[in-house]
Structure formats: C-alpha cells, structure tokens
C-alpha cells in the first residue's frame, strides 16, 4: 500500500508541466552560472600563476638577506564553484617576513589617523592578507557573484515548497484524503509516502545540475577535482537534500495547518521569501551584537606601542657600548664613517631597516661590530614581532573574528543560511579554512626563520651587504597550502548540519502530530 | 464598469490574508531601513565635514604660490547623499576621496600634484563578515515589489478560468479588455497602498530627526523614485496576468511565474554581468598599468636628461664666447618647465586612460544587464538618489573640472605678477608673492537634480515602454485565450 501511493505521488509529480519548467530553468541556471563560474575560476589560476612567477622572480633578484621580502599566496580553490563562501572575496597574498606575524585580518589600522595610514598601510609586525585573486577590474565586484549553492538555495527550496503548500491541504479540499485515508493505512504512511516521492523528484534536478556541472568541468583543464573532491561534492549534495527536506516538511507543516490550500500558498510563498531572500540580509544589516570596538583597538595599539619602546630601549642600550654611533643602518656618527659604505640602500619597515649597504672595505674595523650588532638586533625583533604579533590576534579574535561569528550565528537562525555555511564548510571556503591559511603561513614563517638560524643569516655579512655575491635562495623552503582534509571538513559542516537535521525531525514531527488529530 | 470591477477587486485583495502579509512585510523592511539609516547616517555626514574642513584649512594655510601647485587642491570629498538610504550602490566599495599621483624628487625639482586612478576600498568586500545586501528602498523594491504583484495576479484569471466565473463574467456585456483594465488596475493599487503606508512610514520616520533636511529637490526626487517603484509593480502585474491568461491551471501559472522572477530578479542582474565581460577585451592589469607608467614616465626623465646635456654643453661654450647667462638660464627653466608638466599630463592621462577602460566594462556590463527590469529599477534609483557607480564618475568629472579650474587660478596669479619668470611647475620660475587664502578656488561636491535626473532618464523610459510592452502582450494573449 505505501508503495502504491508513493508510485502515484511520484507520478503525479514528474508528469505536472511544473515539474518540467522546474526542472528546465534549474538546470539552464546551473549551466549558466557554471560558465561563468568556470572563467572567474580561470582568470584567478592566471593570476596566481602569475604572480607566483613575479614572487620567484623578486625572491631571485633579492640581494642581502634582511631585504628578503617573501609573499606567498593561497592556490585558488576549484570548489569554490560550488560554494563561493571567503574564497573569492578573502585576501590571498601575504607577505611573509621573519618580522612580520600573519594575521587574519589588521583590525588596528581603521583606528589611526588618517595621515598615518597613508604613511604605513598596516602595522608593522603584522601581515594580513592582501587583495583577492583574478581582480584586473575591481569595479565589477559591484555585481554580486553567484554560486552553485546560491541557485540550489533559491530555486529549489521554492520548488520544494510549491510540492509542499497542497500536500494535504489540496487533497483536503479536493476530497482524495478522505478517500485515501478510507482504506487501511496509517496516516504516518501517507505523510511519509509524499516526502519520499517529493524528496526524490527534488533530488532528481540536483543530480542533474552535479552532472552537468561535471562535464562543464572537464572540459574546462583548469577546474581539475582530486578524489578527496567527490567527497567533499558528496557531503555538498547531501546538505542540499537535508535542507531541501526543511523547506518541503515547512511546506507540509503549513499544508497540514491550514484548510485551503490557497491560504497555505500564501503562508509558504511569505515564509519563503522572509527565510531566503530577506532575513539572512536583514540580520547583517539591521543588528550589530558587537557595537563599538574602537577601544579594544586603542588598547592594543598601546600594548604594541609598548612592545616597540621596550625593544628600542634594548637596541640603544646595546649600542651605547658599541663604537657605532648614530642611528642604524648607516651609522653616521661612527668614526670613519664616510669610508664604511659605498652607495645607499635601505628602507625602513616599521621600526627595522632592511639593509643593502655595499661595503667599501671588508676589512674595515667596524665591521665585526656590525655582524654583532645586527646579530643581536635582529633575534629581538623577531621576539618583538612575536609579542607583537601574540597581541594582534589576541585582537583579531576579540574584533574581527568574534564580529563574524556573531553575524554568522545570527543569520544562522535562518536554515537558508545554516545551508550556506555548511557547504562553505564542505568546500572548504569558510572562515575556519581561511584561518587554516593563515596558520600554515605562520608555520611557514618559523621555517623560515629556523633556515636564517641554520644559516647563521643574521651574523652574517650577507645580513646587511652584497659584498660576497648572490644569496643562493634556492634553500628557502617551499610554501604548499594544503586544504584540510575531508575528515575536517566534514566536522565543521556537522554542527549546521546537525541543526538541519534537527529541524527536519522537529518539523516532522510536528506534521505528524498534528496531521494525526486532523479532521478529514 | 471598469470602476465596478476595480473596487470588486480591491475589496477582494484588501481583505485578504496575502495582503495583511504584504503589509507586514513592506512596513517591516522600511522601518528597519529607516531606523538603520538615523543611525549610520548622522557619523557619515559629520566625517564628511570634518574632513573636508580640515583639507580647506591646510589648502588656505598655502599662501605661496608654487606650494598651492606642488601641493594641489589637496583631497577631495565626495557628498555623502541624503537619499543614501534609497539606494546603497556600493557606495562602501566606491572611495569617496580623490587620489594624487606619484611623488617624486630629481635634482632640485619635484613633482606637482595630479590627480591619480581612484583607489578602491577594497575592505568593504575582502573582510571576514558574511556578505549581504544592504536593506535600502532598491532591495524593497527590485525584490519585493515584483514578487508580491505575481502572488496577487497568478491566479487572477487562470484561478476564474477553473471555477468557471470568467465565462460568467464574460456573459454580461463587459468586454475582455475592460475586464484586464479592471484586474490589472485591482492588484497594482492594492500592492500599490501597502508600498505607500510603508514608504510614508519610512519617510516619517526619517524626517523626526532635525538634521535629515531633505530640500525641495530631494522631494521631487523621491516623487520620481515611487513613480519608478509603481511602474515597476505594474509590469510584473502585467507578466501576471499573462502568464495567468495563458495557463489553464494556477499552479502551473504560479511555478512559471515564480521561475521567471527567480532568473529575472534573482540571477540576471549579476549573471549577466559577469557573462558579458567575458567576451569583452580584457583590460590593463594594475601591474601592466604600473608598468606603461613607469616606461613613459623615464622616457621623458631620459628626454629632459637629454636635453640638459645638450644645454650645458651649450652653456660651456657659451661662457668661452662671453655671452650673458640669462637668457641661458631660462632654457634651463624651460626644459624643467616641460618635464614637471609633461610628467604631471602623462600622469593624469594613463589614470583616465585606465579608468575609462575600467568604467567602460562596467558600463558596458551594466547596458547588458538592463534586460532584467530588476537592473533599471536598480540604476534608475541609484542615479536619483544620488549613490553608485554614475555618481561616482560624476564626482571624478566635478573633481577634473575643479582642478582645471585650480591651475588656471594657479597660471592668473603667476602672470599677474611682471616679476615672475612665468615658468609654472618650477619654483624659481614662478611668483613669490603670497595669494590671498579666499581667492584660492575651493571644491564643493554638488548635485543638482538635472545631474541626479540625466543619467536616469533613459532607464525611466525603458521602464515605461516595458511597461507598455507587457501591458498590450496581456491584452494580445488574453483576447486570444478561450475561456
């Protein structure tokens, strides 16, 4: 008997003209947006190409080893096609420096004074991410981008619902629920056989849109998907069934509710839009739980001005019993001065010159007092970098990330937006992968300077002079940005996934129950 | 009898649950717009005028002549709109400042002040927060105000057409048009009055506040913006009822019509966007750009170094046949004079250069796009209220025009003094007498309705003759329908 019924529901459903118009405009949309998604895709691979070229080249032509300015960046992601999440909008490039800690973002520049940003950008000691990848023309981040999951979220949850809305309300009105209910069946069974014939034909356009997707990508050799990738594909697809599964039990519950079922298309079409369209922009738009966090910023900012007194009070002292004299690097007070180096070069990056100062005599006496020098100087900015640096993201957790998780939990209540995050989560274009980023540029960072160490770069005169010849760079240790695992990833999409899962058996429930005490 | 069947269809609609939910709706979304507009806006406006008095300030404090065209106009500010709360267009990504060139200093000259390629504030998009619209009058609008016509049409004539009343309305001596006249007129007013109490409300609200002194002008514009709004509304009515005249069933009508507004409203504005530059030249990169600058910047260093060779080889053997100095001196002047300017005009041009490629491919994006209504509505609210990407080019346009202005003060002054050398760009060259602070022209950022009414114009008229497309595709397919 459930069989039957589940065989008619299904029938009724895949032969409706609005099951063949859903079905034709879902998947025009996916082919359209994959198209386009395809090519942004492309144009970010060339520029990362790109620049990755450019990053060598600059490494290459580096000529002491305290102007060593390293950048790397993070190798666009193909699932991002799916779920644009961070990925396309977060920074890439970092610059990695032994004195400089990446951070997620630089919460302390928007409390300086204007002319002082103009002066350093960021704060020193910190590196946050810089512009995102495959932007020649930045003005066309006016149009919004579109994912995959957006068309699903959309088109489909409507799909869902207008399965839904006449559910039992229709067979009510009509009179076949009183007919069906007549012979020996549960009315469990009833409510059970059309969510398992709505879910399929729901699930019928999705495996659709995944297949034409697939071969949209493999013709297109730059979107190349790993085998780890189907299982991250797989948990998207199963996140898309469970939330479609919300919107249709939403639609069941309203059927089962009202009497008519135009009142209870009015219910859904209403819903639909408050939960899809309009609540996940109202919630970032109207509330701000975190208010004003301009004084954490001023406070930090103090500690890190701190920090950098304590370091340069150290420096002087150490240089009050050297013979060098002056301000470093050129130490125009020493004796002999003008004979130490021929020709100027050095910048200033926050409080440490990097320097490329040609000796003029290797021999000179002052020498060995500036390997000392530079010996000492440059392990304490590196502990000055760190202090610095524990403060920054001590901030960033306080400011920025505590900022978008609040705007995250609360659009959360929202099961359209507990699907975005989710499949960010799966693709691994969520907060927590672009954190993974950061953490693997901080390792990155100590390698780095543990090579310095091993080495011996700060002691020696290749620190501050080109005098020996080209550095050979090709010991520097290779950035490779790994995305976490699926295991990972599928621990982060689990709490979302979870309270979809949740809301399904809430919902149903409620459904069953009422639909149980229901007159027919 | 038209009038008949409108007010039969208005009480219909009115007591309604789908318009009690409307009316939610609308006056929720207005109030939270409102509300968010009297906090935010009030911050925007005095860091407007705090920085535009400090730029004035420094500019005045310039008495010298050469320094005011070393320095410039200093930075200039764009006016944050009154109407921001209209339409937000991206005005967060658009910076609201102009930006100098590059800086720069060879021997005993120094750059004088261009202006350069407008930075974007790219923080507005690469942060970590979650990305969202902005709930301003174009989101009520594009969204709602074409979704909510649909639920009140799609069944209008397909849902008579199943429980038989169209064939009996038919029956009496009313004609079919007269019958569409009256429905299309039923559903657009009554989305039409629950648009309107919330836009009242809204507005209300908003003029509480003592500081939110919305001029005549800005009147007449929000008059434009609800007559845009109410267009907008009748064309979907219109789709309805084709669609609904078309279908034998309403749920058929109603999925249709839903699909249609998800690929219209929902994906083309962007989509399309997107799809269109594809197939348009790709533009200079900002390392390609940086590059092209640099190259012509050193063939003009390379020229002037050049050039001076030649004059000071000259000059040794002008001194060898005893000749005065001071004619001598001022070719030097000149060339110095030349590099200064042609480095400032090089500067400026690549920078409209590459803007223009760069605002081409979005304007051209944007021409695409206004195949979706959803788009007009959207441009035509942008440049009414005086926000987006329009009106950021007009205030790049005011700022070259200031400047222009700026240096023809600059050369007045110089050739006013008989003691100067007359050699702009160069400090030896020009006049050393102090310029009075209140003759310096000062920039002033502002919009008059002709600027906001231009650009909008040509979207109104698209919108009206959609409008008019729709409204007779409707009688053409309901003429022919059976009933």
Known sequence: ?520 | MIWHIVTRELLDHLTSLRFALTTFIFVALMVTNAVVHLQTHPERVRKYSEKVNASQTELKSRTELYALLQKGPGKLYKRPSSLAFIADGGEALLTDESVSGGFWRLYDLSYIWSLGVPRLNMEAISNLRPTATAIDWVFIITYLLSFIPLLFTFDALSGERERGTLRLCLANSISRSILLMGKFFGSLITVLIAFYCAVLLNLAIISTESWTQLSGADWGRLGLIVLIASCYAGIFVAIGLIISAMTRESRLSLVLLLLIWVTVVVFMPSTLGTLSTRWMPPIQTHHQFQRAKGAAIDQIRSDFLNKREVLREHRQSAETSQKEVAGVDTSELEIQRELVSKDMEIRERLSRQHLAAQSAQVLHARRITRCSPAAIVQYALESMAGTGFNRHLQFLEHCRLHIRQFRNFIVEMDRADSESLHFVGVRRGMSEKSVSPEAIPVFEDKLTFQDTLNPAIMDILLLVLLLGGVLSGAFLVFLRSEV
Request: proline content about 5%; hydrophobic content about 50%; overall charge negative.
């Open chain 1, 1 to 520: 008997m459930l069989q039957t019924l589940i065989h008619q529901e299904l029938l009724g459903h895949l032969m409706s003209a609005r099951f063949f118009a859903a079905v034709i405009i879902t998947l025009l949309l996916v082919v359209a947006n994959t198209f386009v998604l395809i090519g942004a895709h492309e144009e970010r691979l060339a520029d990362y190409n790109q620049k990755e070229a450019v990053n060598r080249e600059a490494v290459d032509a580096t000529p002491t080893y305290s102007i060593l300015k390293l950048k790397v960046q993070r190798p666009p992601n193909p699932l991002s096609l799916f779920s644009a999440g961070l990925e396309t909008r977060f920074g890439s490039d970092l610059d990695i420096a032994f004195d400089s800690v990446p951070v997620l973002s630089n919460p302390i520049v928007d409390v300086r004074p204007e002319e002082e940003q103009w002066a350093f950008g960021s704060v020193p000691s910190l590196s946050s991410p810089g512009a995102p990848l495959g932007i020649n023309n930045p003005y066309l981040h006016l149009f919004s981008q579109i994912d995959l999951i957006f068309v699903f979220q959309v088109v489909l949850s409507l799909i869902a619902l207008l399965f839904a809305y006449d559910a039992i309300a229709g067979d009510w009105e009509t009179g076949t629920l009183r007919l069906v209910l007549s012979h020996p069946i549960g009315r469990g069974s009833v409510l059970f056989a059309k969510y398992i014939a709505a879910m399929v034909c729901l699930l019928l356009p999705v495996l659709m849109s995944l297949l034409l997707t697939l071969i949209q990508c493999s013709f297109a050799r730059s979107v190349q998907f790993g085998g780890d990738d189907f299982l991250r594909i797989g948990g998207i697809v199963l996140t898309t069934i469970v939330y479609l599964s919300v919107f249709y039990l939403i639609g069941l519950l309203v059927s089962t509710i009202t009497r008519r079922a135009a009142t209870s298309l009015m219910l859904c079409m209403f819903l639909w839009v408050i939960l899809v369209i309009v609540y996940p922009n109202w919630s970032r738009f109207a509330l701000n739980p975190e208010g004003d966090i301009r004084a954490e910023k001023r406070s930090a900012e103090q500690q890190i001005a701190q920090i950098r007194e304590k370091a340069d009070r150290e420096r002087h002292r150490f240089l009050a019993n050297s013979p060098l004299k002056g301000e470093p690097p050129i130490f125009s007070e020493s004796e002999a001065f003008p004979g130490l180096f021929s020709g100027s070069g050095y910048f200033f990056l926050g409080d440490f010159p990097r320097v490329n100062l040609e000796l003029k005599d290797t021999a000179h006496p002052l020498v060995p007092h500036l390997h000392r020098y530079y010996e000492f100087a440059a392990p304490l900015q590196i502990r000055n970098a760190e202090e610095v640096g524990f403060v920054g993201q001590r901030l960033v957790t306080q400011t920025t990330l505590r900022q978008a998780r609040w705007d995250e939990r609360l659009m959360k209540l929202s099961p359209a937006s507990l699907y975005t995050f989710a499949t960010a989560a799966w693709a691994g274009t969520d907060l927590a992968s672009m954190a993974d980023y950061i953490q693997t540029a901080q390792a990155y960072r100590r390698t780095l300077i543990d090579t310095f160490h091993e080495r011996d770069a700060f002691a020696s005169q290749q620190w501050f002079a080109p005098n020996q010849g080209d550095i050979d760079w090709s010991i520097l240790p290779r950035f490779h940005f790994e995305r976490a695992e699926v295991g990972i990833n599928a621990q982060r999409a689990l709490p979302e996934l979870f309270l979809l899962l949740c809301t399904n058996i809430v919902l149903f429930m409620a459904t069953f129950l009422i639909f149980i005490k229901v007159e027919v």
